[in-house]
């Protein structure tokens, strides 16, 4: 595996796994020089890669390892060494990596270079996780089964040229065709980090070559290439025909390279030649019966040939060869079709159960030749009944009939032919097409292209497909060693003659004659010494093709066979991996291959026991594990993930507090430490167990992550002694970007009695205003006594905490459970949370680039700076909102509603006259459809007739008109706000009529539009509270009857992962097609207020009663479009009156079957039969439409459910955007789009890296962004540059822009925190381009610190910036014009010795404040720009320094450059062993008091089991506490389709997923029956999420006596799901609540006792 620029060194990767269980993945790349450690998480499984020198990049592997190990070998638990790295992938509890641990060079040498290897030998690594997240049974069992997938031998790939396509490929190695990629989904991790090549691309299938010569000597190679496509994986009776991604099953490309090996430097000629085998391209399956012989074939009902037409497009655009710039000459002339010639080897005679599929391929073709979309096409079907013909012609007449129909065919289609040259000078010889890319040193010539392509198919592409394309392919190889000068005509015996640089074949000559060179001119000529004549003209040119007209018998003995046995061997062995891949065993009936072998029989009669077990293994494995197996396929390609694996993260979360997160105070011991406490966010010490001091009633901890983030969760590992007690109750959280600004996030959190070791993660909610949460009454409602309505449809008072990637300091505050009686434990703490990528955004790959690219794009639409602008937007908006919906930006103020900004206090800027005259036309909100008239299992909410009675009322502008309203200083004009705009639509909906409350259709359209205005919650309850209207009054689950509404989640659900499978099979399908999707409809196609039908044409009329707006809004659409078509009633409709395309997902389904769907199967399969899944074309196919009045009216609430959902996740992925691009914004700058575009090339950035060298006189630069940051906030001018530019790397940035204090500022104090403990030997200012003048420079102060407190920082010295610049005559004058080359200005602080330190406290003072002694016109500028580069310079100058007059200076710097080295992590001290001894002594302290359960007399279960009353009897002692058993429950990721038509594994740029954004959950409230019979609440307690069945112990906050107790189970429990795995899909009815929330045998109630009080039967009560 050489490089093909020179590399010397081959891939190598050793898998390190220590003793604490933490993994390193060590690589060696061919390509590079140095070495890679890429860091496995050991908590969530993220990979972690930062491109630190030193830190995760090393000079060889042995450096490496002995920084993992920290020199000691010995702490390795396991090395595992491999040659490449296949994939990787975290998945709940486990983190999967896949390696190959041995290679074969299955094809050595390329013509050019490159080395095919074949994994030979692979190997899972299995890496256990902390990730306490809840993961269901069969999750755990899905995970267990996937590396069970058979890797070994049937899998290959190249590290340096792209084999995904034909030889040679024009593309480069990262750009390779996916069809035929396997590994896609497993190498996005490294993708992710910036390392894509770590990973190789990986292919299914056979590869190998044989050489082929005379007596030893090598005349040629051949290799034999077949690609299995990956658009339909499965097994044989799971994947047959074609699927909606328009592929069939067991499709594979083959390719036959032969090539002639050359000396290097010599010119290598080629060719090659390409067929197809697969499945028939129609909808058809096999039901496999036990008893019977053979599989019942049967083909769909209805719209068997849907996809066939899409398959032959991609066939045509693959190989198509017109278009190509050829020398049209004797080679190649232009084709004016693509010939795609089918050899179709069915059974065909009558009564043969085949015979129905010969008849619909036929028709199928047929049909696609009707639809006139494939014009320059030419579809041709040979049937060739293979087993009829060898039953009654025999094998070798067989042979013979298939040549003949292959002849014409192939002669069309022709084979491709060229040269590889190794110097591209020679470029100018080449009379064809030219392929050079970065992929190999040279060139390829190709004179001639293969035009078109042969597929063979019978019924599963197996054996009879596998024989008959050898016969074709040995034609074929015959011709291609004639072209070659490579003759296998057994007259001559190889008789090879050379040729020339193209590969022109000279044949041998007759008896008599000879072959001569003109003297003169050295052109060839021959002589018949028989006549004694001469000519120009070879006597007898060999005929081509000439084999395809001899028999048999002919072919044999006039052919050497020596390289045909070579051939045969390559499709033996390539006919055993295609039927093993797809049945599960090796090829059958494979004897006919060996025909050319002079003993046949022998194969023969070994074929016939051979054929017998292959049989019978085949119907054991396609009957017993096949589904197993598809499923092992699915996952691996990262297929139906959201069944497989519904509650895993697509993208893991990170843990910041490690490795370079640190405590910023020590942590108080009980003991003597000298880690001060560190080990508490190490890993390494996951089992040790930190003391307190004795009586400690508060332990604040705070904590300096390793990378900004935003902060989602707290996992705590619980750690005590044998008494539980000792580790802390209850938990507050602070976040914050700087110290001095944290917020309260999280306030008293339960942390229950666990066993030692539990992992228990909190999750962590963004700051919420208290206004909102006052609004919402989110606070008030758990604490409710009466049960309080569950949002079973949405969250419709959904609070919106604040999102912050900058997220830098966590303040975690832990309290004991009784203050005062004990000593606190602590065990590991961790922060999880999502980083922005960095060093993607700075080195400009990876998501990093599509973040600069996003965030370019957001400037254009709008500046963040003028919040009045007129085309305010979302940052971000958007790759979830189509570009349709863009353009209709303008003409239609709604359209904006998507955006994510907060329109509420800065509302569109557009007045609101007729925002309903348009539709929408993108997938989300082309239009919206009708809420359906619901029949009697409608209720309207009771109660509350008053609450729209502001209608009686003379209508006033607004009660809150300056909070609603802004003026724009654009027009001078007052402009509606979105809250208006929502109250008109509310009145809308209610003037018209006099009943003064909505219904379900009315609530759920006013929520759509809600919506698209962009409201929060909070904001659309404000603006209904100011105009008098409970917002309880339109919450739209309230206003269904209960059983209906139960119906309805799980019609909604069924929807939803339908429309996953839907997309994920659109985005597959679309693999080699180009992308059209020209439909009329959306998914939902939701009817908006005011839209109603045109009338005209429809027939349907579904929509005619419209609500009218004050404004004249109510539209008619689709008088201008032409009418559609229903596919159930054959009506026209128009696009008001259809359903969304979602409801054809349902379309094969009775009204009574509708409600109780609940599978999923694969992605394959056909349609047949009324039962239909995820694998059916009828559920995932999207073509037609159908009308409202057709559409189950469940499935129009369904998809306006859906709807409404998917408009709530994209308003949170605004907003996470928004958050995105707002720290972009302040770490590169406000100037963002010109800072970008400044630079971001990869030359810059090792000129960057130059001068960074440079500066830092070969140490490192220590304060680097995003590893360092600022301690405290400083005061920044309004129009400076961020404060963390000042960090940022060299080359970001605009180079004009700078930071500066605001003009009254005469000090400014800057405290760094480093990203690790280092040896600091200075600090170097970069000055901004208005630079200091002579008079006003400032004085510098700098000290150091490991701690935060300023008393304990120690002075560096004190340094006079304008004595510095007096002493250097370079530094005075202008600046010349600057160059990447030249060093910044800049002035140096160097430490008299350097000093180990965290933290660098700056200080930078004016020493003259005011002063009005100079004259900037005069004085000298120095450290500055020249005034041509300067845009400070002359005019500006007073403006560069802030200051209201000219005399007036300011603080102002470019970067802040901390230099040193970083010291060499250290392992974790320990305490002495008189210590440890001290603390074990301590922790086995046994406590006095021990839990035991309290017996109960009955119990209890209400509302959903979310209500669980104990009855006690009499004589129960005081209750102390109670256990609870971890629930079962899932948090689904998937809750409704898609929102957009992008990645299906990649959602965001921020890889933050919706569950993180608003998180669920879950509280638990006790009540007790007090005297005189009142139910008071005792406690609430936040539960903390734990691995099912966890037993968690809470006490009560004092001993309760009662005989009735009460627990009740509140917040998000609705967002919790059971596993597909775990329901019933029996049919009934599906229950509102998961399952696994039911409080059933859940709970146990206990008091404390001393254990030798109750004797021998304490162990019989303990709990």
């Known amino acids: 595996m050489e490089s093909p620029v020179g590399g010397s060194r081959q891939t190598s990767v050793i898998v390190v796994t220590l003793d604490t269980g933490e993994v390193y993945i060590v690589t060696s790349l061919y390509s590079r020089t140095d070495t890679q450690v890429i860091y496995i998480d050991p908590t969530t499984g993220a990979l972690r890669y930062h491109g630190k020198w030193g830190y995760d990049v090393f000079g060889s592997e042995n450096e490496a390892v002995d920084y993992i190990t920290n020199g000691s070998r010995w702490m390795c638990k396991s090395t595992t060494f491999a040659k490449a790295i296949l994939g990787y992938t975290a998945l709940g509890s486990f983190g999967l990596l896949l390696v190959a641990t041995r290679l074969t060079a299955s094809i050595p040498n390329l013509p050019g270079g490159g080395t095919v290897c074949t994994v030979t030998e692979s190997q899972w690594i299995k890496i256990p996780l902390q990730n306490p997240q809840p993961q269901g049974k069969g999750e755990v069992k899905n995970v267990q089964e996937l590396p069970d997938l058979d890797i070994d031998g049937k899998h290959y790939f190249c590290e340096t040229r792209d084999i995904t396509r034909p030889f040679p490929s024009r593309m480069p190695l990262q750009n390779p065709d996916e069809e035929f990629v396997w590994n896609e989904w497993l190498s996005m991790p490294f993708k992710s980090i910036g390392l894509p090549q770590h990973c190789v691309i990986l292919l299914q299938g056979f590869a190998e070559c044989r050489n082929f010569g005379r007596s030893g000597q090598l005349e040629g190679v051949v290799a034999l290439i077949a690609r299995r496509s990956r658009l339909h994986p499965g097994t044989r009776y799971l994947a047959r025909g074609i699927n909606s991604c328009f592929s069939t099953g067991n499709e594979a490309e083959c390719e036959q390279l032969v090539w002639i090996p050359k000396r290097s430097g010599q010119s290598v000629p080629f060719n090659a030649y390409i067929w197809r085998r697969g499945t028939i391209p129609i909808w058809w399956g096999a039901e496999l019966k036990l008893t019977a012989a053979e599989a019942e074939i049967y083909v769909a009902d209805r719209d068997p040939y849907k996809g066939s037409l899409q398959y ?139 035009n078109g392509v042969i597929r063979f198919n019978c019924a599963d592409s197996l054996d009879r497909t596998n024989a008959a394309s050898y016969f074709g392919a040995l034609q074929v190889f015959v011709e291609q060693c004639r072209r070659l000068g490579v003759s296998l005509d057994s007259d001559f015996a190889y008789g090879y003659q050379s040729a020339n640089n193209y590969g022109g074949y000279t044949a041998p000559l007759p008896r008599g004659w000879e072959k001569r060179a003109d003297a003169v001119t050295g052109k060839t000529y021959y002589i018949d010494h028989n006549t004694r004549t001469t000519t120009w003209i070879h006597p007898c040119p060999d005929k081509p093709w000439k084999r395809f007209d001899m028999t048999f018998e002919e072919f044999k003995q006039s052919t050497i066979l020596s390289p045909v046995s070579q051939l045969a061997d390559l499709f033996l062995l390539s006919g055993d991996i295609h039927a093993t891949l797809y049945t599960g065993s090796k090829a059958m009936h494979s004897q006919i291959l060996n025909i050319f072998n002079e003993e046949p029989g022998k194969f023969k009669q070994f074929s016939a026991a051979q054929n017998m077990k292959i049989t019978l293994q085949r119907r054991y494995k396609n009957a017993v594990v096949d589904s197993s197996r598809q499923k092992q396929l699915e996952m691996f390609l990262g297929l139906r993930l959201f069944k497989h694996l519904p509650s895993v993260s697509v993208q893991p979360l990170h843990v910041l507090s490690r490795p370079s997160g640190f ?157 005062g009686t004990s000593s606190m434990t602590l065990g590991e703490i961790e922060i999880l949370g999502v980083p922005l990528p960095w060093r993607g955004v700075f080195n400009n790959e990876g998501p990093g680039a599509r973040l600069i690219e996003l965030g370019k794009k957001f ?7 003028l919040s009045n602008s007129v085309t305010n937007t979302v940052p971000f908006s958007n790759e979830n909102v189509s570009t349709s919906m863009q353009t209709e ?197 939701i009817t908006r207020i005011g839209e109603s039908c045109s009338g005209g044409g429809c027939e349907v009329r579904a929509e005619t009663k419209v609500p009218a707006l004050a404004s004249s809004t109510a539209t008619s659409v689709g008088s201008s479009q032409s009418p559609l078509l229903c596919s159930q009633c054959e009506r026209k409709v128009c696009k008001v009156c259809c359903a969304g395309r979602g409801a054809l997902l349902f379309s094969n389904y009775k009204s009574r079957d509708v409600t109780n769907y609940n599978g999923f199967s694969s992605q394959s399969g056909s349609s047949h039969g009324s039962q239909v899944d995820v694998s059916t074309s009828r559920s995932l196919t999207l073509d037609g439409v159908i009308c409202k009045h057709c559409c189950h009216e469940i499935v129009l609430d369904a998809l306006m459910l859906d709807y409404v959902r998917v ?154 910036v304008q004595s510095l610049i007096a002493s250097s005559s370079d530094l005075y004058g202008p600046e010349m014009s600057a160059s990447v080359e030249k060093l910044p200005r800049h002035v140096k602080f160097t ?103 309290v017996p109960i007399e009955a119990e209890r279960l209400m509302d959903y089991d979310l209500i669980l009353e104990q009855y006690l009897p009499p004589a129960s002692p005081s209750l102390a506490g109670f256990r609870l058993d971890t629930f079962s429950a899932i948090k689904p ?33 006790v009540s007790a029956l007090q005297e005189p019979h009142n139910m008071v609440t005792i406690a609430e307690y936040r539960l903390p999420e734990a691995r099912a069945g966890t037993p968690m112990y809470f006490d009560f906050p004092r001993p309760i006596q009662s005989r009735r107790v009460s627990f009740k189970l509140l917040g998000d429990v609705t967002a919790f799901a059971d596993e597909p795995s775990e329901q019933d899909d029996s049919g009934l009815r599906a229950p509102l609540v998961a399952t696994g929330l039911s409080l059933s045998n859940r709970i146990k109630l206990y008091y404390y006792c001393d254990p030798y009080e109750l004797g021998k039967w304490a162990s019989l009560s303990g709990v």
């Open 312 to 450: 032959y497009q991609r066939l045509s655009n693959r190989y198509d060869a017109r278009n190509f710039d050829l020398a049209v000459g004797e080679n190649q002339k232009k084709k004016p079709f693509i010939p795609i010639v089918c050899i179709n080897l069915l059974r065909n005679a009558e009564g043969k159960s085949e015979s129905i599929l010969v008849q619909h391929f036929e028709e199928s073709l047929n049909y696609v030749r009707s639809t006139g979309k494939l014009p320059y096409t030419r579809i041709i079907l040979i049937n060739y009944d293979w087993h009829a013909s060898t039953k009654l012609k025999g094998e070798q007449l067989t042979i013979e009939g298939l040549w003949k129909h292959l002849k014409a065919p192939t002669q069309a289609i022709g084979i491709s032919e060229g040269d590889y040259l190794p110097s591209r000078q020679r470029l100018n010889d080449c009379r064809g097409e030219v392929i050079c890319n970065d992929d190999f040193v040279g060139a390829f010539c190709l004179r001639s292209h293969q």
């Open 663 to 819: 405590f910023l105070k020590p942590v108080p011991n009980m003991f003597p430490s000298s880690d001060g406490g560190a080990s508490l966010l190490s890993f390494k010490k996951k089992d040790m167990i930190w003391v307190c001091p004795q009586g400690t009633d508060v332990v604040e901890l705070f904590i300096y992550l390793g990378e900004p983030c935003h902060v989602c969760q707290l996992l705590l590992t619980i750690s005590h002694g044998a008494d539980d007690s000792t580790y802390p109750a209850t938990v507050d959280v602070r976040t914050g970007r700087h110290l001095d600004g944290l917020k309260l996030i999280l306030e008293g959190a339960s942390i229950p009695r666990c066993g030692n070791g539990t992992n228990l993660l909190v999750p962590l909610p963004g700051s919420v205003s208290a206004e909102d949460m006052a609004i919402t009454g989110a606070g008030a409602r758990l604490h409710d006594q009466d049960a309080p309505t569950l949002p079973l449809l949405y969250d419709f008072e959904e609070l919106e905490g604040e999102l912050d990637f900058l997220t830098r300091f966590v303040a975690v505050t832990f309290y004991p459970a009784i203050s």
């Open 859 to 865: 400037q254009k639409e709008t500046d963040p700076f």
């Open 889 to 1085: 930006a303008a003409s239609n103020p709604w359209v904006d509603l998507l955006s994510g900004g907060d329109t509420f206090s800065d509302p569109l800027s557009e007045p609101f006259s007729n925002p309903l005259s348009e539709p929408f036309s993108d997938p989300l909100s082309e239009s919206f459809s009708d809420p359906l008239s619901e029949p009697v299992t409608r209720n309207v909410a009771s109660g509350g007739a008053d609450l729209l009675d502001f209608l009686d009322q003379p209508i006033v502008e607004d009660h809150g008109v300056e909070t609603y309203k802004r003026s724009s200083t654009q027009d001078g004009c007052s402009l509606a706000s979105g809250a208006q705009q929502y109250i008109s639509c509310l009145k809308s909906l209610v003037v018209p009529r006099e009943e003064k409350k909505l219904d379900f259709m009315e609530a759920m359209k006013l929520e759509i539009e809600r919506l698209q205005l962009n409201l929060s919650a909070a904001e659309r309850d404000r603006a209904l509270l100011s105009i008098g209207t409970d917002p309880a009054s339109i919450n739209p689950n309230v206003l269904l009857d209960e059983s209906y509404m139960g119906r309805l989640c799980q019609v909604a659900t069924t929807l939803a992962l339908l429309g996953q499978a839907s997309l994920e099979d659109k985005i597959v399908g679309a693999i080699g097609l180009e992308n059209s999707d020209d439909s009329v409809l959306d998914f939902w196609n």
């Open 1207 to 1360: 408009l709530i996740t994209l308003r949170r992925s605004s907003r996470v955007d928004n958050a995105a691009y707002n720290a972009l914004n302040e770490v590169v700058g406000s100037c963002l789009k010109d800072s970008l575009s400044e630079r971001i090339q990869s030359s810059d950035n090792v000129q960057a890296a130059e001068v960074l060298h440079q500066l830092c006189g070969g140490q490192e630069a220590l304060a680097e962004f995003p590893f360092a940051s600022f301690l405290h906030s400083v005061e920044t001018a309004k129009d400076s540059a961020p404060i963390l530019t000042l960090l940022a790397p060299l080359n970001s940035g605009s180079r004009h822009s700078y930071w500066r204090a605001p003009p009254s500022t005469t000090s400014v104090e800057f405290v760094i925190v480093l990203g690790s403990v280092s040896d600091v030997s200075g600090v170097i200012l970069l000055v901004s381009p208005c630079g200091y003048s002579v008079a006003d420079t400032p004085m510098v102060q700098i000290w150091a610190s490991n701690k935060i407190h300023r008393e304990e920082r120690s002075s560096m010295g004190k340094w006079d």
């Open 1391 to 1493: 430490f008299k010795n350097p000093v180990r330190c965290r933290i660098i406290w700056i200080t930078l003072r004016l020493q003259r404040p005011g002063s009005a002694s100079v004259n900037f016109g005069k004085d000298l500028s120095l450290l500055s720009l020249d005034e041509d580069e300067n845009p400070f310079a002359q005019v500006d100058r007073r403006a560069s320094f802030g200051g209201a007059v000219e005399n007036e200076p300011c603080i102002h710097a470019k970067r802040i450059l901390v230099v040193g080295s970083p010291v060499k992590r250290e392992g974790l001290t320990t305490s002495q062993s008189s210590e440890q001894l001290s603390i074990r002594n301590w922790l086995d302290r046994a406590p006095q008091m021990s839990r035991f359960k």
């Open 1533 to 1565: 990721r998937v809750t409704h389709s898609p929102s957009s038509d992008s990645d299906i594994w990649d959602k965001s740029v921020t890889f933050l997923e919706d569950r993180y954004i608003s998180q669920a959950v879950l509280y638990l409230q």
